[in-house]
């Protein structure tokens, strides 16, 4: 039953995808070119109607909530009405942007209520963190703020860098299987079945997003995307060990990477946070020599590598598992520093390794 179900959702999203590109056209979806944008001509935006379309009938079908123990509960009404609620105000806020561009304190006021429903209602919420060598981090009355933090963060991280054709779509979907690996690896079917629908129904539209693009999610599928990457992450992770904890942070690592780094390149340059650039990873791959595919599959490569790194971490021992960690960081630094992330100038591991002497972020 699984099976015929990721069968319909994958076959479902590449029938739908044509029929709402026409729909963008149609109501305005479109995405016109500036000095920001990849693309030369006007496209149709809001295919992630298509893979939010796609999702539902499939959870409809297979109805996960029912067919396997929900991780938690709480005042005996389960956590999936209130994602699927969430999910909706995503997608409308996604859709009103797609059609009308509406202001950054708009949508986050969506993300915001989107992410209010499932941590109050729902009761996801990271309470607690054991840490490695004993005692624990309880969050108290701060664990519904921390976890409408990371929900919000993880939600515009993907967001971020929807900047190349099929790159969004398939960071996603590698982040998504690699969610529902480690579900499964960890027990937790409901989890392992709503990553898994939601991951073919993103392939199915990848198929017209990938270079070159045929459709562009827009914000309806870039937001609703990087929602339920940040809810199920938490889902399969909930109030556990702080090396655990990082699983998710490790399988997210491109885009949570590229939004820290983000956030220090506007500090630096004295922007305001907000302020739209073309600098993040996937400018700086694409100036630095590599063409549009080159690029995006290179960044699917990153993806893919964090997804294992993640399952490696998992069942490593506890100093095993904090060498993986270095390990990635220093990986991090040096790609940043190779690309230019951050700036140019900005290169004090790789001086460091060279033997000259470190130089400081100069201003311009």
């Known amino acids: 039953m699984l099976l015929l179900t990721i069968l319909i959702c994958f076959v ?7 029929i709402v590109k026409k729909l963008a056209f149609k109501i305005g979806a479109t995405d016109k070119p500036n000095q920001r944008k990849v693309h030369q001509k006007i496209m149709p935006r809001l295919g992630g109607l298509a893979i939010f379309l796609s999702f539902l009938v499939g959870v409809i079908i297979h ?13 005996g009404e389960n956590v999936h009405i209130p994602i699927i609620l969430g999910s909706l105000i995503i997608v409308i806020t996604g859709i009103i942007d797609d059609m009308k561009e509406i202001s950054a304190k708009f949508k986050l006021f969506g993300q915001v209520a989107a992410a209010s429903i499932v941590v109050i209602l729902g009761g996801i919420n990271v309470e607690f963190i054991n840490l490695p060598f004993g005692g624990e981090i309880n969050f108290g009355i701060f664990s519904i703020p921390i976890t409408i933090i990371w929900i919000v963060g993880i939600t515009n991280a993907i967001n971020l860098i929807d900047g190349l054709d099929g790159l969004a779509a398939g960071v996603s979907t590698i982040a998504l299987f690699s969610i529902a690996g480690m579900a499964l690896l960890m027990g937790n079917p409901y989890v392992m079945v709503m990553a898994l629908l939601l991951a073919v129904s993103t392939l199915g539209f990848l198929i017209f997003n990938f270079h070159p693009a045929k459709i562009f999610m827009g ?12 809810v199920l992450s938490l889902l399969g992770f909930k109030n556990v060990t702080f090396v655990s904890l ?3 942070i490790i399988i997210l690592g491109v885009p949570i ?14 922007q305001p946070l907000s302020s739209p650039d ?10 630095i020599g590599y063409s549009h595919r080159q690029s995006v599959l290179l960044i699917y490569a990153m993806s893919a590598t964090f997804g294992l790194a993640a399952f490696i971490f998992s069942q490593a021992t506890l100093w095993g598992s904090l060498i993986i960690l270095l390990t990635l960081v220093i990986a991090i630094e040096v790609i940043v520093e190779k690309v230019g992330l951050v700036r140019d100038d900005y290169r004090p591991l790789l ?3 060279k033997g000259k002497k470190p130089v400081g972020i100069r201003n311009k």
């Open 12 to 18: 479902l999203s590449i029938l739908l995808t044509p």
């Open 63 to 75: 109805q996960p909530q029912k067919n396997y123990d929900l991780p938690f509960i709480l005042l």
């Open 219 to 230: 914000d309806t599928g870039a937001l609703f995307l990087g929602f339920m990457i940040s």
């Open 246 to 248: 990082i699983i998710p």
């Open 257 to 270: 990477s590229d939004t820290i780094f983000a956030i220090i390149r506007r500090i630096v340059n004295k």
């Open 278 to 287: 073309k600098s993040h990873l996937h400018h700086c791959l694409i100036r």
């Open 351 to 353: 001086n460091l390794l």
